[in-house]
Structure formats: C-alpha cells, structure tokens
T-cell receptor
Framework: AQKVTQAQTEISVVEKEDVTLDCVYE???????LFWYKQPPSGELVFLIR??????QNEISGRYSWNFQKSTSSFNFTITASQVVDSAVYFC????????????FGEGTQLTVNP | DAEITQSPRHKITETGRQVTLACHQT?????MFWYRQDLGHGLRLIHY???????NKGEVSDGYSVSRSNTEDLPLTLESAASSQTSVYFC?????????????FGPGTRLTVL
C-alpha cells in the first residue's frame, strides 16, 4: 500500500488562481514528520516545509499555506494567487520514527501555471 | 556558501559497464543519502550513511554500492550497469543522526544506460 499518496498527477491552472495539492499518508507511528519539496523545471529539489505529528497548526508562508489534519491523514498544500514561477513538480514525503532514516516520497504532482 | 554537488550531471554508458556517480557536500553533515527518481515512483532510497565507514541499504539497493571514507563524499557505484538503472539520481544530506532534520538535495545526475 502506498504510504504517501498524491492522487493528482497533473494540475493546470491559470495565473492568479488558487490551487491545492493533496497529500494523504499512512502510518502506524505516533511520531512522524511530513515534508513538501518543490522540483522546478531545472530539476533540483527544494525544501519547502516540515511538520511534525504533534503540531496540527496550519502554517502560512507568503502565498503558501499548509493544512495538516491528522483525522484524515492529510497534509495539503495551497498556493494562493498562483504565478508562472510556481510551475513545478511538488512532492510530499513522510518520515516515520520506526523507518530508520527513510523518507518515503509520494509520486509527485506536476503543477503548470499558465499565463 | 555550503552546498551539495553531484558529478557528472549527465552520463551515458553501456550495459555492463561500471559507473560511479559522485556526491560532495560542504555542510559537514553526518547523514548522506542516494535516491533515484523515476516516473510513477517518486524518489526511492538506494543507500544511506550516518557517517564515515557507515553504509546502509535502502529500498532499491540491488546493483548499487556506496562507500564513505570521509564526511564530505558518498560516491554511488553501479557495478554492472543495466538499462533498468536509467534514471535521475539525487544525493542528499542532513545535519545529524536524527533524520527528522531536513534533507537537502543536490542538483541530480541523469544517467542513461544503453
């Protein structure tokens, strides 16, 4: 079974639209961490955010916001007023205490923001 | 500025050849990781290391090996390259033995095995 599911393979929006990228995870650990990474067309992986399982507060950073809900095992990522530069593949990842040092990644969501 | 570099950035090789991909970080991080990225699979862990002389197998380690002789470098070797190993390879590092520390990634190496 997939531990990290990003059901949206591709999303296409027009600039200035808001867009939400979904991430659903599966774990039996009580202590775990969730991450979002961005991979722009240049290919590098850029860390965006880390959230631990004991902190369900939503977080906002500029146009980015994250909604962590343990009840639904989701850690969704919203971009407000999207811009062309937001076009990238976005990965959600899970770290579990019992996994050694492994980060388990979702398959990624390709976001295209059209002008 | 501290950074993590990979070389080469692109490599084409033939089936059966030995290939080594380099990873070098200047953050003095203890933890280093190798992943491969393939369509439909996201990133999968190949090998990782918590420090000098320490190496561990990840999810997809068959056909790959690593060695850690110093803090800065974790080279990845494909002993006998196969077409199934055509992929983009990413090296990452993190600050301490606690892997809750964020992993920072190199720019990637695109490997093609013909």
């Amino acid at each position: 079974a997939q531990k990290v599911t990003q059901a949206q393979t591709e999303i296409s929006v027009v600039e200035k639209e808001d867009v939400t990228l979904d991430c659903v995870y599966e774990t039996r650990d009580t202590t775990y961490y969730l991450f979002w990474y961005k991979q722009p067309p240049s290919g590098e992986l850029v860390f965006l955010i880390r959230r631990n399982s004991f902190d369900e507060q939503n977080e906002i950073s500029g146009r980015y916001s994250w909604n962590f809900q343990k009840s639904t095992s989701s850690f969704n990522f919203t971009i407000t007023a999207s811009q062309v530069v937001d076009s990238a593949v976005y990965f959600c990842a899970l770290y579990e205490e019992t996994s050694g040092s492994r980060l388990t990644f979702g398959e990624g969501t390709q976001l295209t923001v059209n002008p | 500025d501290a950074e993590i570099t990979q070389s080469p950035r692109h490599k084409i090789t033939e089936t059966g050849r030995q290939v080594t991909l380099a990873c070098h970080q200047t953050w003095n991080h203890n933890n280093m990781f190798w992943y491969r990225q393939d369509l439909g699979h996201g990133l999968r862990l190949i090998h990782y290391s918590y420090g000098v002389q320490d190496t561990n197998k990840g999810e997809v380690s068959d056909g790959y090996s690593v060695s850690r002789s110093n803090t800065e470098d974790l080279p990845l070797t494909l002993e006998s390259a196969a077409s199934s190993q055509t992929s983009v390879y990413f090296c990452a590092s993190s600050e301490s033995e606690d892997p809750r520390r964020t992993q920072y990634f190199g720019p990637g190496t695109r490997l093609t095995v013909l």
